[in-house]
């Protein structure tokens, strides 16, 4: 795919931002979850005041995926004190890595998971981990593909649903 290209996302972009993450995770998950739950979620996770307030959390970053002018898809991770569960010092977390669902397929998730390989050994980390919720069978496959391999679980809340994700980690 020609005419790629990773931006870091600043305050400017909240909107974009938002429109995104609703999207995407809308695209990824509603055929999973009930239309409460889905709502629920996401006026609470993708609300332009929470994603403002983790776009301003040191040791978190956001990046679009852009084709042409299209934003495609983005990425979120943390390191330090800002990863979603202390994974330790050497770790460096992935929190999100969504796309849309025309940009999927695409080889475009490979240069996202490199950016981030890329990101955390230059931060000195040497483990890069991530969550997945444990239904969706692609990307536990492109995941394990990657080189990630489960350690443990959590729960994540999607409205009043509890859904469980693996905790997967790949060392750099």
């Known amino acids: 795919m020609e005419n790629v290209r990773i931006e870091?996302?600043?305050e400017k972009d909240l909107t974009q931002l938002v429109a995104i993450s609703r999207q995407t995770f809308t695209e990824t998950f509603a055929a999973d979850n009930t239309e409460e739950d889905l709502l629920a979620f996401l006026d609470e996770a993708y609300a332009p005041k929470q994603l403002e307030k983790e776009l301003k959390t040191a040791g978190s970053s956001f990046y679009f995926c852009l084709v042409g002018e299209k934003i495609a898809g983005y990425l979120k991770v943390n390191r330090d004190a800002a990863q979603s569960e202390d994974q330790g010092d050497d770790a460096f977390e992935i929190e999100r890595i969504y796309f849309l669902s025309d940009f999927q397929g695409k080889?475009?998730?490979s240069r996202f998971f490199n950016y981030a390989e890329t990101l955390a050994?230059?931060?000195g980390k040497s483990r890069l981990w991530l969550g997945v919720w444990e239904h969706n069978e692609r990307a536990l496959a492109v995941y394990k593909k990657k080189g990630f391999r489960p350690f443990s679980d959590h729960v994540f809340q999607v409205g009043d649903d509890k859904q469980r994700d693996l905790l997967m980690e790949k060392n750099l």
Do not use: E
């Open 121 to 123: 050994r230059a931060a």
């Open 8 to 10: 870091k996302v600043t």
């Open 107 to 109: 080889g475009l998730g």
